[in-house]
């Protein structure tokens, strides 16, 4: 399985990239501010898999780390 991946911290202001467009926090979670707070200053992970192994990786996250 090819996978490549890399952690980065999030910063108050950080802009997170997806399929090579940015966004902030509050825009990946549909302007949600609670939410938002509640990730602030955590990790997020950017993780890619090849079109021949997508399907068999899949990650329910809630946001808490265990």
């Given at each position: 399985m090819a996978l490549s991946a890399s952690w980065v911290k999030i910063e108050e202001d950080k802009i997170l990239q997806a399929k090579g467009h940015n966004y902030s926090l509050e825009a990946l979670l549909a302007g949600n501010y609670l939410m938002a707070d509640l990730f602030r200053n955590g990790t997020f992970v950017t993780t890619y898999l090849s079109p021949r192994d997508y399907h068999r990786v899949h990650?329910?996250?809630?946001?808490?780390?265990a």
């Open positions: 990650m329910p996250c809630n946001g808490y780390s």
